[in-house]
């Protein structure tokens, strides 16, 4: 089992900037994916950006440019910096992480609000 817990949502103009973070605990490591999902009021989650244990790196389109996926194995920590926030960022934003033999697991969410 993992479990994981986000910090760092909140309120913030549009063209400013947030960090997430999101802290693991559990059976750390056995993870071999970390990254970030979010989702619009009744939508599913969408993929934000990953991340291997070896570093690379994934992205969807509409962040690229804007937001930086990292990760802390030796603190089984990972990050999201969101700058250049847009409206349309607006979401709660989960924390992910799969196990090596295929399991996922989601933190509780944390609301990022951009206003205009």
Known sequence: QVQLVESGGGLVQAGGSLRLSCDASGSTSSINSMGWYR??????????????TGGRTNYTDSVKGRFTISRDNAENKVYLQMSSLKPEDTAVYYCWARVIWGNAYWGQGTQVTVSS
């Open 39 to 52: 989702q619009y009021p009744g939508n599913q989650r969408d993929l934000v950006a990953t991340i291997r």
